[in-house]
């Protein structure tokens, strides 16, 4: 019977070639050394980063990387995205899965020990999302009494909460939509993040939560990139310079995050 071991034959090549191709299309080590560029960014974050229902991508900071990526040669059907949990970015960038990642990722000093930042980009703070109906949450010394908040595992804002308000009951989930989610259904009292990503989250369901109390905290975003990779460091840098200075930067803001009442406020200077 030829017809079987020809499609034995063919099941078995196949088989072998699967996984050299799957490398080749995965961008030459963190998408820097083929046709394509792996870039890393949040999947659930309306406004900043979003895998949309049709595959797409929306964002601010997709907009960013995008930008980025344009500078450095690569059209948008070029980029491969890959998605970057707050836990996991440092992970990422080490092990050469991305070549840099815009998502929502503030420049701290115990990041910068195993990553290098471009920027920053955006400047924002950290606040707190309620129900639109909510009274007693003002701000995060309200949330002493005995009220449960939900931050994201590896996030700056979970750590800030643990070392300056250690009364407060904190639930660390994986991702902020499901803290949302877990507003929403009552599960717990309040969200905390940067204001920019609450933002996002308020204007997605218009009307059901709102934003309380002024920002505690200023947070630098940046572009995440492998240690010691100063050339890219310097294309990405300037690159963000360029956007900021051409006027699609505020483009960018007001599309994306104008909707949820914010104005676009001034980019800040990067860091040389």
Do not use: H
């Amino acid at each position: 019977m030829p017809s079987i071991k020809v499609r034995v034959a063919a099941a078995v090549a196949l088989a072998i070639a699967l996984p050299f191709s799957a490398t080749a299309c995965g961008g030459g080590g963190g998408g820097g050394g083929g046709d394509t560029i792996v870039i890393g960014t949040k999947f659930d974050q309306p406004g900043l980063g979003l895998k949309n229902p049709d595959g797409t991508m929306s964002g601010f900071d997709v907009d960013v990387a995008k930008y980025i990526a344009k500078e450095l040669g690569y059209s948008e059907d070029k980029i491969e995205w890959k998605e970057s949990p707050s836990g996991q970015r440092e992970t990422l960038i080490q092990n050469d899965q991305v070549k840099y990642i815009v998502a929502t990722y503030s420049i701290t000093d115990a990041r910068k020990q195993k990553v290098d930042f471009a920027g920053p980009y955006l400047l924002t703070g950290q606040s707190l999302l309620v129900k639109a109906d909510n009274t007693d949450i003002t701000g995060p010394e309200s949330l002493q009494n005995n009220k449960k908040l939900c931050s994201v595992s590896g996030s700056t804002p979970a750590q800030r909460i643990k070392d300056k308000y250690p009364g407060v009951q904190l639930q660390q989930y994986d991702t902020y939509s499901a803290c949302v989610e877990a507003l929403k259904n009552g599960a717990i009292d309040a969200v905390t993040t940067d204001e920019v990503i609450l933002a996002g989250y308020a204007a997605q369901t218009s009307g059901a939560f709102k934003i309380v109390g002024k920002p505690f905290s200023e947070e630098r975003y940046g572009v995440g990139l492998k240690k010691g990779d100063t050339d890219l460091r310097t294309k990405i840098n300037n690159a963000i310079t360029k956007m900021e200075q051409d006027g699609t930067w505020k483009a960018a803001f007001d599309k994306n995050l104008g909707p949820a009442g914010i104005t676009a406020p001034a980019p800040p200077p990067v860091d040389k």
